[in-house]
Every structure is written in C-alpha cells, then in structure tokens.
C-alpha cells in the first residue's frame, strides 16, 4: 500500500480541495453547482494567513484528503498555540483502506 503525504496546499491544489469537500458526505452545505474559481478569493486569503494552515494528503501524487487548521495563540501554556481543526475531508475509498487517518 502506498504511503500517505501531507503538505500544504498550493494554487494548484484549489481544484483537488473543492472537489473533496463535494464529495464529503458529512458536509455541511451543498454547493455543487458553484464554479471552483468562486473559491479562488478564499483559498487565497487562507494560504496567505500565517494563523492558517491548508494541508492536502496525496497518495502516488493524487490528493485524496484535505484539513484546514486554524493556529489560535492561548494565555494558558505561557501563550502557546492550539490548532483548531476546521474542515476536513477524504477519499472514501482512502479512509476504508486506513491511508487517510492522522
């Protein structure tokens, strides 16, 4: 079984994003009728934010599983940071097969 590797997401992996989140069956709203370049001005905003981190998981060079984490800085832990897991999503056929778990 190949391995799975994790990394952030560049420009190029906007598609591979938008197309994993519609193929989520736990999501939260449908929009598979919004093109993908809608999403273009977020992605973009979010890859830019240092509190933000876009990650994809690829397999033999498909994306297969994608997590957006939110770094949030606490007075707790002498202001240490916890992150903040805000939306993810796999492959269902990766998760099955245990790749995609982290």
Known sequence: MSELTVR????????A??????????REVREDDVPVAAYRAAF?????DAHQQLLVGE?????????QVTWIRRL??????????????SVPTC???????G
């Not at 397999?59 to 997590?67: K, L, N, P, R, S």
């Not at 998760?95 to 778990?101: L, P």
């Open 76 to 89: 707790t832990y002498v202001g240490g940071e916890t992150g903040s897991w805000s939306r993810c999503g």
């Open 17 to 26: 994003v938008v197309r994993l989140q519609r193929e989520d069956v736990i």
């Open 8 to 15: 952030e997401a560049g420009a190029d992996d906007l598609e």
């Open 95 to 101: 998760a099955a097969a245990g790749s995609a778990s």
């Open 59 to 67: 397999v033999d060079g498909e994306v297969v599983a994608t997590a």
């Open 44 to 48: 973009d905003e979010i890859t830019a």
